[in-house]
DNA sequence: TATGAATGAGACTTCATTCAT
DNA sequence: AATGAATGAAGTCTCATTCAT
């Protein structure tokens, strides 16, 4: 699920370096990229400099915790296309559950500068063209179903899924039925029986951001 | 429309002040809450101790421009509901053109440390208060036009039009298109037409974070 | 004798900036150019960020302090060559009295690094091209009076200058001694009488490196 | 050639101590005794523990390094008096052509810490003292010669020595010629038909830093 | 024993805020 | 009252040295 196991680390240093994925993975989520790295290195239970040696700068860390990330997200993009019945199913499970997705599209969306240190990444790129082309395939086939309406394209739907991806400004104690709600919402925007003549033309995944 | 005239402010400090709100919305737009005191007290003209004269910290400047701000919605949600024919219109004009809504919900969803800034302000809760209920007017008047879904309230309103506010992330030039494209798509989402049965209940305005 | 007033700096901004300068010239010379910022700020009775308002990081305090240097040794030229009665003696006392030479030279050549700072700098450049201009002249005078080697030149001569400046290492008690034996056989090495012919070609100012 | 061959080490070991001192030699040499210890043990092929189990710390390392050059010098002086036909000539080889000399004059001049390193070692005050015996034989032979001036003693020549070995600041074209150009001049310097009466007293070896 | 991973102190720099002019 | 200078805490990063493998 690791993108890139560097060379061959011992044992700790393997461990480490996990524990650092993981706790930047975690504090990203929480509070954003720019969470001092003293904070992620003592979550991650190192001290700083285990944390610089294994990722040079910041942007080092937001890399490989993106790589992971979009590693993650394939693999569920995958699961949902072999897994589901339909293409429409597949489609809702994947913008339904991906919790990767969440975090991906926190440090790709919401900071550019971020956007910007990842978008160089060969791996980034390349998980990213993966997934959009898994995407492009739900998307016709749901089409096909005719459970999609025909005027979107796989862009469409990312950009859909992106809002998704928002902190959602609810009382605590319905967010999760706020979230549900907003998703059901946009799946109803989405249904062949909605559609109402979109303006512009069908947006395919090479309109997403890669200025 | 400013909601504290503090005191009585001598003309030019009158002017400093505004250019502050000015310069210090502009640049939350542009670059977020978290520019350098002093790049915005530059934009403004003035020094940056002239800027702690009037805003004892940040929390303060945020407080002034988002109490501006609020009320700036306020206003244009006023004209919506007294110059548009119909309600509906008046809901679609609202999400569509407003500005000001734009950086407040900038402010008060991205960042959640700013949120907790602004909520405790008496003249934030009161705007907020007052819009919503306008909201909450629209709301109902559209749904008894028949084009709006009645399984909504102004609660599920407000959280959609907050995922519009997101910077979208697509390719420069097809920015505005998209931008236009999933503002259709979500109005889609609340036509009467469209409506599958939500999950949970309506989400009334109180509903939205008060936490 | 400075060389960079900026646009006209308070008093009070005035006095710490030369503080600093004070302090660094003092510090580059008695330990190098590389002694910590905070250590420089200290000397000078300034905080760090004044240090770091008045100079963006610690090339442009050398820099200044360079310009400064520059600008002395460019004056006590001017005054060996008015005052003196014979070329000769200018040169002798140039090369024997100038302590900002010493400094000059202490950053200027021991680090390349630092060189590499400096030589870029407008006014660095045109310090250094105005001395050189004054050693050349002085240069060529002794010469037409007998006294001085004809067979070197300025850059020769201003490499000779640069080998009196380093640290000599002697007992503390000779130090004094030490330095005017050398300085004497310098002389005698530049001496008409001294002439033995040398390798190479006679050192034009512009052979110096300005690589 | 190394002074302190340490117990007895196994042969890979002496290996490795060999090419440490050898990187470190170059490095010093090449970037100055301030380089990192990992740079220092990824050029000679090791990992830095090893280097920190050979030599405890920094300081250690440079003494050795130190002792390892003086001894070099010494054998170069030992073969100059003993090769060259004249004492004058045997001087003059040795102030040209000692690279070793090089490194350790920039060890031991340029920085006075590192100085105050070397200057307790053993070997390294026992080398120095065999050095400089040598050097003051030559002097004495080449003033017998009637080449050298008579009022210049070791002390003075190994000053002039070290000017010698600065770093000269000429564009890197030029460079070769202007050592060579200095070199000559220091002769002159030196040459018994130079003689200007000096200042102060005859430097002995024993003037030369000890403190 | 050799390796290279981990540590943490310390250097650099930025910026919110205070304060002298 | 306005200005912009000064401060110092906090964050980033580097590297000497120690220690687990």
Redesign the pocket.
Known sequence: MTADPEVR?????RR?RDQIIAAAKAMFAEIGP?V???EIARHAG?????L???F???EALIRSVARDNFAEVLIEAEAAEAEEPTAWEALVRLLRRSRALRLTVRLALLSPEVWATMRDDADVRRFRAEILAILDRIVRGAQEEGALRRDVGAGDVAVLVSLLLKRIPAAADVTEMVADRVFALILDALRAEAATPLPGRILTADDLRTD
């Open positions: 680390l011992r044992a700790d240093a480490n720019e001092p790295m003293d190192v001290g700083v400099g285990t610089y040696r294994r040079p700068d910041r």
